[in-house]
Nanobody, 123 residues
Framework: QVQLVESGGGLVQAGASLRLSCAAS????????MGWFRQAPGKEREFVAS????????YYPDSVKGRFTISRDNAKNTVYLQMNSLKPEDTAVYYC????????????????WGQGTQVTVSS
């Protein structure tokens, strides 16, 4: 069982940066692949980034590649999403998730999800 709590969202202008954090409970954080997803009104939940257990590998869709960076600190049971050059289309609720399956995990492989944090980018 894993509990995930996201934080760091807010309202920013286009071009600004935000860093999201996801704090995980327990002492087995390093056993999980971690990912970030987002969901905007009227859209399906969308993959944003994933990171391997040790943090040595990352994976991004083209929509955020070069702008977003996922990282993790296993000693702190925390995963981060650094978001730069934010665009209005990045506006969504951002969710942290944990998976125990093979790398890279697919959307349905994520077993645990946080409550989400709102990111709003104004134009």
């Amino acid at each position: 069982q894993v509990q995930l709590v996201e934080s760091g969202g807010g309202l920013v202008q286009a071009g600004a940066s935000l860093r999201l954090s996801c704090a995980a409970s327990g002492r087995t954080f390093s056993n999980y692949y971690m990912g970030w997803f987002r969901q905007a009104p009227g859209k399906e939940r969308e993959f944003v980034a994933s990171i391997s257990r040790s943090g040595g590998s990352t994976y991004y869709p083209d929509s955020v590649k070069g702008r977003f960076t996922i990282s993790r600190d296993n000693a702190k049971n925390t995963v981060y999403l650094q978001m730069n050059s934010l665009k209005p289309e990045d506006t969504a609720v951002y969710y942290c998730a944990a998976a125990s399956s093979s790398w890279p995990p697919l959307k349905y492989n994520y077993d645990y999800w946080g409550q989400g944090t709102q990111v709003t980018v104004s134009s």
